[in-house]
Structure formats: C-alpha cells, structure tokens
T-cell receptor, first 114, second 116 residues
Framework: KNQVEQSPQSLIILEGKNCTLQCNYTVSPFSNLRWYKQDTGRGPVSLTI?????NTKSNGRYTATLDADTKQSSLHITASQLSDSASYIC?????????????FGRGTQLTVWP | EADIYQTPRYLVIGTGKKITLECSQTMGHDKMYWYQQDPGMELHLIHY???????EKGDLSSESTVSRIRTEHFPLTLESARPSHTSQYLC???????????????FGPGTRLTVL
C-alpha cells in the first residue's frame, strides 16, 4: 500500500532556531517528492521537488534531502522566522498512472515562537 | 502565487441545502482536482478531471458531484448537505502529463464548509 508518514506530528521552536522534519514513504514506482507549506486556511504551496537522482535541493532557508534507497526525506529549516509557522506536507508522486497521482502525508505542524 | 481561485472561502449552511463550490484557474491547465481535508489529516482526492467533459471519482468516496464544461472551471456540488460534509475542500490543477514532467499541482486557497 502506498503511504507517506511524517514526523513529528507537531513541533514548537523559538525564532531563529533550526529544525528538521522527516518523511518516510512506500510509494512505488517513485516519480518525485515534494515538500509543501500550508498556511492555516490556505492551500498548499510547493517548496521543493526532488526526483530519484537528486539527494538535496535548497530553496532559500529550506533544504530538502532525499534517500531513495531508504525511501526517506527530510526538510531542514534554517534560522526560523515567525512566518514559518505552518503545516509542512510531504507529497510523493508515482509514475504508474497518467493522472500523476499524489500521496500526501498528514503534515508536521510547525509553530515558531518569538 | 498560482492563478487558481475558489469561492466562497467560508460557508456555513443548514442541513439539506444544495451548495456549489466554485473553482477556476487561468493557467490553461487540462487536469483539475478536488481534495477533502480534515484538521490534522492528509488530503484525500475526491474528484478529478483530465479535461473538458471528463470527470472521475477519486480515492475517497464522496456524495458530491462535479462538472467540467469549460477548461478553466471545475465546480463541485452537494445536492443535500449534511453535517458529515463539514470539511475543507481544496481545488487544484496541473498541466497535461509530458515525458519527464513533474506534475506539479497548484492549489487554490480552499473552501471551509460547515454544515449545521
């Protein structure tokens, strides 16, 4: 069964600190993995995308890693800001359908305190 | 920010009412999707469309229906709303799949539906 598991479920950090979010998946055949940021009451917005051959991808203070062998990914946030408070969702796409089906994790709810 | 819009953003209605959630995109995307999301839970695909006059049911069974008469418009309708329909509904769109394409889905802001 194709699944995406994220940890931790929630996380509270102080402004300026770093944090790392984890994602494990069993989706096969694998196409790509995205990290989305979802602000409260908004739709998800893509932060990074990684394909099978990529190990790391950065987008400003966000750095994603991918280990396709162990089927694990992480999202590292550097020097957190109050605006980073959101849900971070790991989304894996398979390449076995023309739909481009997405498998969503439940997200990690990040709260950044001043 | 993606050019995909949803209205209304918030809706509170009584049981038994008929409602339509609107979704439109100006990117010319062929594929469109409706997801349902409850607090702290993952998004569940309830409907999708490959293009005009194409509609399919998703992974999660839903009593809602959709239509795709125009490329840019993908409304979702509930004929008789019930409290169990209370949820957030997210619309998304993506380009037609190409070899090597990454199928990024662009999401609208969502509609928060509450049925009393």
């Amino acid at each position: 069964k194709n699944q995406v598991e994220q940890s931790p479920q929630s996380l509270i950090i102080l402004e300026g600190k770093n944090c790392t979010l984890q994602c494990n998946y069993t989706v096969s055949p694998f196409s790509n993995l995205r990290w989305y940021k979802q602000d409260t009451g908004r739709g998800p917005v893509s932060l990074t995308i990684m394909t099978f051959s990529e190990n790391t991808k950065s987008n400003g203070r966000y750095t994603a890693t991918l280990d396709a062998d162990t089927k694990q990914s992480s999202l590292h946030i550097t020097a957190s800001q109050l605006s980073d408070s959101a849900s971070y969702i790991c989304v894996v796409s398979d390449r076995g359908s023309t739909l481009g089906r997405l498998y969503f994790g439940r997200g990690t709810q990040l709260t950044v305190w001043p | 920010e993606a050019d995909i819009y949803q209205t209304p953003r918030y809706l509170v209605i009584g049981t038994g009412k008929k409602i339509t959630l609107e979704c439109s995109q100006t990117m010319g995307h062929d594929k469109m999707y409706w997801y349902q999301q409850d607090p702290g839970m993952e998004l569940h695909l309830i409907h999708y469309s490959y293009g005009v006059n194409s509609t399919e049911k998703g992974d999660l069974s839903s009593e809602s229906t959709v239509s795709r008469i125009r490329t840019e418009h993908f409304p979702l309708t509930l004929e008789s709303a019930r409290p169990s329909h209370t949820s957030q509904y997210l619309c998304a769109s993506s380009e037609r799949s190409r070899a090597g394409a990454h199928n990024e889905q662009f999401f609208g802001p969502g509609t928060r539906l509450t049925v009393l």
